[in-house]
């Protein structure tokens, strides 16, 4: 039996990552043991690693020693060996896993269409990060890729774009989108591009600004340096997607008694989040409020129109998807690496922000329909 390979890294400098192997764990009554097939990696699971302790993600999967930690990846794996009657070796599922090449797991409230990870040191974690759905063979691995990138971010974009649709954007005539390049940045705008009750100006760093303006989904693109040219005396609605401190005053100044609303959606630059119980007295203007996609989606399903909302939300992603691979002027390009060897190095790329936004990263660790 072959080893498993872990990727994990330094809590303390997350840009250093070393690669583990570990004996497999041989499998209990209850529990499967999943391949993992296909995962990516994109800004998203740094912002997951810089809150690992705080949030818990550390404590999704564990690593070896306690100064290192897994950073949870989103993808799909194959059953290959189960100890679960209602789960055959074969099933594939998407889910959350770590960079590696396996997972055992330890199901629980098993249907047709997911099971829940119970194991004890994932108790403490929203029910988000420990479903599983079982899916389909896929159309084909290239959807499968897309799928692994945007499941976890479009689904943030688009339920941000509801909510704020839902509340007639607080009134804005312009919505100011920061860290604009990244794809949940992008995925906003996407999905509000035919309200032209407002502008949308992507704010973005000034080696990002070619990117952005030629993906053309802002009305206008402005460099962070640059905010100060932004029109004033507009009701303006702040989507921020970077979390920068100083940017956030920046706006906040420069847009006064006009700043409607301040929706703190990510943290790209991976800094401390503000604290809601105390609020930032040096602020004008209104308070970040957090935006957390998996609540929009539980009012859906406290509304009983869950089923509904994700027939809606998967067709929508497909064609956003479409949008982003059109070969006339895609948004994205797919880098397909094969194993985990690269993953250290687009960790550390990501870690101090010098990714290209042009390139969606997947690591290809078990082809896909590979015997068991
Ligand atoms: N609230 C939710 O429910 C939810 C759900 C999904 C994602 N998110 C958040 O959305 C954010 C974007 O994630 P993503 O995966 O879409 O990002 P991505 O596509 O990987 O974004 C890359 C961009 O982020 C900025 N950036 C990245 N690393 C940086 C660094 N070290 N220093 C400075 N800037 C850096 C740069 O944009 P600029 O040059 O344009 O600033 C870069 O082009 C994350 O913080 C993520 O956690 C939130």
Not at 102 to 112: C, F, H, R, Y
Not at 252 to 259: A, I, P, R, S
């Amino acid at each position: 039996m072959s080893d498993v390979v872990r990727v994990e890294s330094l809590k303390s400098d997350l840009g250093v990552s070393r690669t583990v192997s570990l004996p497999r764990q041989e499998l209990e009554e209850g529990w499967v043991r999943a391949e993992i097939e296909r995962v990516a990696l994109s800004t998203n699971n740094m912002t997951y690693a810089v809150y690992g302790d705080a949030l818990g993600y550390w404590n999704l999967f564990p690593a070896v020693d306690a100064d290192h930690g897994c950073i949870p990846v989103w993808g799909f794996a194959h059953v290959t060996e189960s100890r679960v009657a209602e789960i055959a070796e074969g099933t594939r599922v998407f889910g959350y896993f770590p960079l590696s090449n396996e997972l055992v797991m330890q199901p629980t409230g098993i249907t047709t269409r997911s099971f829940v990870d119970g194991a004890a040191h994932r108790t403490g974690t929203p029910k988000v990060y420990n479903i599983y759905e079982i899916k389909p063979e896929p159309a084909s691995p290239r959807s499968d890729s897309f799928v692994s990138i945007f499941r976890p971010l479009f689904i943030a974009s688009y339920t941000a774009a509801d909510f704020l649709r839902e509340r007639n954007y607080f009134g804005a005539g312009q919505i100011v989108i920061s860290s604009a390049s990244s794809k949940t940045a992008y995925g906003v705008a996407h999905c509000i591009a035919d309200d032209t009750s407002a502008v949308k100006i992507g704010l973005t760093s000034a080696r990002n600004l070619d990117f952005v303006r030629q993906i053309g989904c802002y009305d206008q693109v402005v460099e962070y340096g640059d905010l100060a040219s932004i029109d004033l005396g507009v009701p303006t609605l702040y989507v921020d997607l970077a979390a920068d401190p100083e940017l956030r005053h920046r706006v906040h100044e420069h847009f006064g008694d006009d700043l409607v609303y301040d929706c703190l959606v990510g943290s790209t630059q991976g800094v401390q989040l503000p604290d809601p119980a105390a609020p930032d007295e040096t602020l004008s203007g209104p308070q970040p409020e957090f935006f957390f996609a998996a609540m929009q989606v539980d009012a859906y399903k406290a509304a009983g129109q869950a089923r509904a909302f994700m027939e809606r939300y998967e067709r929508d992603e497909l064609t956003f998807t479409e949008r982003v691979a059109d070969l006339g002027n895609p948004w994205m390009r797919l880098e397909e690496h094969d194993g985990l060897s690269a993953a250290p190095s687009v960790i550390a790329q990501l870690h101090d922000g010098t990714v290209d936004p042009a390139v969606g990263h997947i690591f290809e660790i078990r082809p896909a329909g590979a015997g068991g």
